[in-house]
């Protein structure tokens, strides 16, 4: 009966960040699983762990995350043709909104060129948390799809290249199945 306990715990966690029965009980299964057996059970629980992970990153107040003295913003964005316009307008707005607009406009073009690669490259929705601290501001876009080979490779004057002409620096983190965040550091 402990698992059905857990279970009924796990349904009402995800019921309260506003989720449905069928990811309640993935979720359920996944950390009932997880417990008894020391590790992570499946590609199907690993789904439903990163999905309560976004979730997660969504309710967490994400300035309070950013650290004393630093800004953080996150949203998700769905699979559309419009969500690379929609991703760069919140990236403007909490920039100027941040006292930070002399950044805004190669923000807005690294935002707009990592909303359109998930849109047209990964055919997945994504999420952009911006954080900014002292003189560095961060962009990250998490998309759904995995990382496929070693890594993303800028091309010149195209695409990647030229983020990697704008940033600091840059990468790309695996994150297994649940899909990759790709990151670029500016610097004011």
């Known amino acids: 009966m402990a698992g059905t306990e857990n279970?009924?715990?796990?349904?009402?966690?995800?019921?309260?960040?506003?989720?449905?029965?069928?990811?309640?009980?993935?979720v359920a299964g996944y950390l009932l699983g997880a417990l008894e057996s020391g590790g992570v059970a499946g590609t199907g629980e690993i789904d439903a762990f990163a999905e309560v992970c976004r979730v997660h990153q969504?309710?967490?107040?994400?300035v309070a995350a950013s650290g004393p003295g630093g800004r953080a913003a996150a949203r998700t964005f769905a699979f559309s043709r419009a969500a690379p316009a929609a991703a760069r307008h919140f990236?403007?707005?909490?920039?100027?909104?941040?006292?930070?607009?002399?950044?805004?406009?190669d923000a807005a073009l690294a935002v707009t060129e990592l909303a359109a690669n998930?849109?047209?490259?990964?055919?997945?929705a994504f999420t952009?948390?911006?954080s900014a601290r002292d003189d560095l501001l961060?962009?990250?876009?998490?998309?759904?799809?995995?990382?496929?080979?070693?890594?993303?490779?800028?091309?010149?004057?195209h695409g990647l290249g030229?983020?990697?002409?704008?940033?600091?620096?840059?990468g790309v983190e695996s994150l297994g199945s649940a899909?990759?965040?790709?990151?670029?550091?500016?610097?004011?």
Not at 91 to 105: E, P
Not at 138 to 157: C, E, T
Not at 179 to 188: H, M
């Open 162 to 170: 030229m983020v990697d002409a704008l940033a600091r620096r840059w």
């Open 179 to 188: 899909g990759k965040l790709v990151w670029v550091d500016l610097r004011r």
């Open 128 to 130: 952009i948390v911006l």
């Open 7 to 26: 279970l009924s715990v796990g349904h009402h966690v995800v019921q309260f960040y506003g989720h449905d029965e069928e990811l309640a009980e993935r």
């Open 58 to 62: 969504e309710v967490v107040d994400p």
């Open 91 to 105: 990236t403007v707005a909490m920039l100027h909104a941040w006292g930070a607009g002399d950044l805004a406009g």
């Open 138 to 157: 961060r962009i990250s876009v998490r998309d759904a799809s995995p990382l496929r080979g070693a890594g993303l490779a800028p091309a010149p004057l």
């Open 118 to 124: 998930a849109i047209v490259h990964a055919h997945s």
